[in-house]
């Protein structure tokens, strides 16, 4: 059955189109009147009067619905019923319980479950504010939901950037230490070998005495290329994660003065994806610069271990520490990075840290079908 239109429906200060209301009540008495009451206000409801849970779920099945209004105790059923079924279709609809007195504490359940509101019979001149303030609600609510999910849909797109352009630049470095190698190296290489058989052939001491500081620039230049190709793509890497963390901690202890211990334990056969590997050897590059640049500390320790399918790298230094403002100002800059990198493999980062007690960075990358196993140790 159907009830007319019943006037404008003003929501959040915006005319809204006629709203199509589902009116579950087996008295046709109440419904009348709940549609009188409605006419009366600048709702302008479009108003469906159902008396049967079949007929409820096929209007809800069938026809654009806004908002239910529903009896409680009804023939062979309750309202609550219909508001199973309203769940079960997966759809965000406001529900309001308009029914004789009930008792607060089948309303207090009623809400728990997620109805929207309650309206007592006897009261119904507070329907039309209570329907516009579930509306306005739902309305916000799904504004809401629509906001996450563009919020996540923003993350997704930002995460596949932050992989593409690590991916991206991890491509680039191969690219230039190859280059390095192939082209600087070899062409330093070639000019030490001539400047080397010149000073063989001169006999002249201020020709030599040149020759020789062209040569010790040469040895200079090659070894600085050198560095600079293994920062860039350190082949150490290709021997495994904890071999180039070994080699990275040992070229920083001497660079650097401070003793520096690698621990490492990975399962005996496992290889782990190249993507990881670059990750992890990145983040303690990175981690190990900061420490230098920032923590003050004389001691770092690295543990690199891949335990109940997890792999676990830690940097931990016995430096200054830091506050949480200073960690907010580090969110900004290294850490958000680091953390980023690590999503890209599926992998998160924490910090340990505080005033005083030095900071410990641990990145963890879930992998699968992995066995641990106890590795040497070494120190650097």
Excluded at 1 to 15: S, Y
Excluded at 26 to 40: G, I
Excluded at 105 to 118: C, E, L, P
Excluded at 151 to 165: F, I, K, P, Y
Aim: net charge negative; charged share 25%; glycine share 8%.
């Amino acid at each position: 059955m159907w009830a007319p239109p019943c006037g404008l429906a003003p929501l959040g200060g915006l005319i809204l189109a006629v709203l199509s209301i589902l009116h579950l009540e087996d008295n046709e008495a109440d419904h009348v009147l709940v549609a009188h009451v409605l006419r009366r206000s600048d709702l302008d409801v479009e108003l469906t009067w159902v008396d049967t849970l079949e007929e409820f779920e096929r209007v809800l099945r069938e026809q654009p619905v806004d908002a239910i209004l529903a009896d409680y105790h009804l023939a062979g059923f309750s309202g609550m019923d219909a508001w199973a079924l309203v769940q079960a279709s997966g759809r965000e609809l406001p529900f309001v319980l308009v029914s004789g007195a009930i008792g607060e504490a089948t309303v207090a359940d009623a809400m728990v479950r997620g109805v929207s509101d309650y309206v007592d019979k006897n009261r119904l001149t507070r329907l039309p504010a209570v329907l516009q303030r579930t509306l306005e609600f739902c309305a916000a609510k799904r504004a809401q939901a629509q906001a996450a999910e563009a919020l996540a849909e923003s993350r997704r797109r930002l995460a596949d950037l932050t992989e593409h352009l690590q991916a991206s630049i991890e491509r680039e470095r191969a690219d230039i230490a190859r280059e390095i190698h192939d082209d600087i190296g070899g062409s330093l290489a070639a000019v030490k070998l001539d400047l080397a058989w010149i000073a063989r052939r001169v006999t002249d001491d201020d020709t030599r005495s040149h020759v020789q500081a062209a040569l010790a620039m040469a040895e200079h230049a090659l070894g600085a290329s050198q560095r600079i190709m293994r920062n860039l793509r350190p082949a150490v890497l290709d021997q495994g994660l904890v071999a180039a963390v070994q080699w990275l901690a040992q070229t920083f202890a001497e660079r650097t003065g401070l003793a520096v211990r690698v621990h490492g334990s990975l399962g005996a056969g496992t290889v782990l994806p190249p993507a990881v590997e670059t990750v992890a050897y990145r983040t303690a590059q990175e981690a190990m610069t900061n420490i230098l640049k920032h923590a003050q500390a004389s001691e770092v320790r690295i543990d690199v271990s891949d335990l109940e399918g997890v792999l676990t790298l830690e940097i931990a230094d016995n430096g200054r520490g830091a506050t949480p403002q200073d960690l907010a100002k580090l969110q900004s800059f290294g850490l958000l990075g680091l953390r980023e990198r690590a999503q890209t493999v599926g992998g998160w980062l924490d910090v340990v840290t505080a005033p005083g007690q030095g900071m410990t960075l641990i990145v963890s990358v879930p992998l699968d079908g992995t066995v641990a196993h106890q590795g040497d140790d070494s120190e650097t």
